[in-house]
């Protein structure tokens, strides 16, 4: 039987879901009101293009554009490289104005990635000739009819956009490259040169895979300007810009992760970052929780009790010493993890809001995301989850409250350290914590 907590949040969920249909709807309405698909001031053509992979041996790859119309697409590896590549250029000369990289090189690139066995068999003069009949290939496949009011061709080693045979400058297309795949999403966000949030607010939304050149670069960017900057988080652990700089050298953390943490910092102690961290209360003791054979289920392998200790007083720190740092600790139920920020601009607030997906708990680093940056969507989580956590009767906001929970989990480890007949009850962590063991 569902708890009346369960039964709050679903409701709330539900409402939230409801409302990200409905503006899914009017985008796709928007985007369709036309004869070819125009942003909202009338001056921009959008072009969308999806990758994929099918269970087909000899084209495995399926590129699908749309523009006036929506045309599908499979694909052989080589063509999918070199499909893959010109509209990565398009997006490029869309966003920036200029392309980036030499097109054989990066073709070799993506067909590495995409088919490794099929790149060892390919030749330089392959993928050349491959380039070369990219024109005709391009012309035959994504061109349907004369009369078409957007077509596709090659001109110059480009990929150029025609509406009624006339090209429409880069600068004039706002393109869409997004992927199901995570070997070609990963491809994208080493490779492109653009950064994830200026697809990010060119897109509205964005699905970034996890790793140094995808959720991590992007969290980064939030972070890394001069505006003022309020984050609010629900996690499953502390996140990195909690962490201490000495933990993060130690486990080799990339460094767009220490470079958060450093910026964090230096924000919370100038005052223009103002960061609420929800955890939930069994977070802090999962973080002393040892896993026979593993080690400490929350950290890396080779994490000591004094590293978890520093770990632990930094966090108290914080609470104590950066008025932009908040703790938070609650047991509201929560079955997905989420991130808002609210970067205040001269010109303009801009907010943006994170879905985390659901990790287990020893997965500190894998952490899918999809990003939005929508009003709406920002103020409706505020209201319906966030607001609704933080006046949860268990939730705890007072600073001397929270650090008198994070000096008992401290004194927990040391006592379990220090006595090994000594371990931690594994369900009830906001009641009794350790038992002596039967001897």
């Known amino acids: 039987m569902k708890t009346e907590n369960e039964n709050v949040i679903e409701k709330r969920l539900a409402k939230l879901e409801a409302q990200l249909a409905q503006l899914q709807q009017d985008k796709t309405q928007s985007t369709q009101a036309g004869d070819y698909a125009l942003s909202p001031t009338g001056d921009t053509l959008l072009i969308r293009a999806h990758f994929g992979r099918v269970a087909l ?22 063509r999918a490289a070199i499909m893959l590549v010109l509209l990565m250029d398009l997006v490029e000369r869309s966003e920036t104005g200029k392309s980036s990289g030499d097109t054989a090189t990066r073709v ?13 068999e ?29 077509s596709f061709a090659v001109e110059k080693g480009s990929l150029a956009i025609l509406r009624r045979g006339i090209p429409v400058p880069a600068q004039s297309l706002q393109v869409e490259l997004t992927t199901s795949d995570q070997t070609i999403s990963s491809f994208l966000d080493r490779s492109l040169a653009t950064s994830p949030l200026a697809r ?7 699905y970034v895979p996890p790793g140094n050149d995808g959720q991590d670069r992007l969290l980064l960017e939030f972070f890394e300007h001069e505006h003022p900057l309020r984050e609010v988080s629900l996690f499953y652990r502390p996140t990195i810009q909690s962490f201490p700089q000495d933990l993060l050298a130690k486990f080799v953390y990339a460094k767009n992760r220490r470079r958060r943490q450093e910026i964090a910092i230096q924000g919370y102690q100038s005052g223009r970052i103002h960061y609420i961290e929800i955890l939930p209360r069994k977070a802090l003791w999962e973080m002393i929780k040892r896993i026979p ?13 004094a590293d978890v200790v520093s770990h632990l007083d930094h966090l108290q720190f914080l609470v104590r010493s950066m008025a932009g740092y908040e703790l938070v600790l609650t047991d509201a139920f ?12 001269p010109e303009a607030v801009e907010r943006f809001v994170l879905f985390f997906q659901q990790a ?8 899918s995301t999809f990003a939005l940056k929508d ?24 600073r001397e409250t929270v650090l008198s929970e994070l000096e008992a989990v401290r004194n927990a480890l040391i006592e379990i350290t220090e006595n090994p007949r000594i371990e931690l009850l594994p369900d009830s962590p906001a009641a009794v914590h350790s038992v002596q063991k039967a001897v």
């Open 108 to 120: 070799r690139e993506a067909l590495a990635e995409l088919a490794p066995e099929e790149n060892a």
């Open 293 to 305: 054979g593993k080690g400490f289920s929350a950290y890396p392998s080779g994490a000591t009790p």
């Open 200 to 206: 990010l607010r060119k897109a509205k939304a964005l």
């Open 360 to 367: 287990e708990q020893d997965n500190v680093r894998n952490v």
């Open 375 to 398: 009003d709406a969507v920002f103020f409706s989580t505020q209201d319906r989850i966030i607001k609704w956590v933080l006046s949860h009767a268990t939730t705890v906001r007072n």
């Open 334 to 345: 929560m079955p997905f993890y989420i991130n808002t920020f609210e970067i205040t601009r």
């Open 122 to 150: 390919a030749s330089a003069d392959a993928v050349r000739v491959a380039l070369y009949r990219a024109g005709q290939f391009v012309r035959d496949e994504f061109s349907q009819t004369i009369d078409s009011e957007i």
């Open 57 to 78: 041996e000899r084209k495995p790859f399926v590129v699908t554009l749309e523009g006036s119309e929506r045309i599908s697409r499979t694909l052989t590896p080589v």
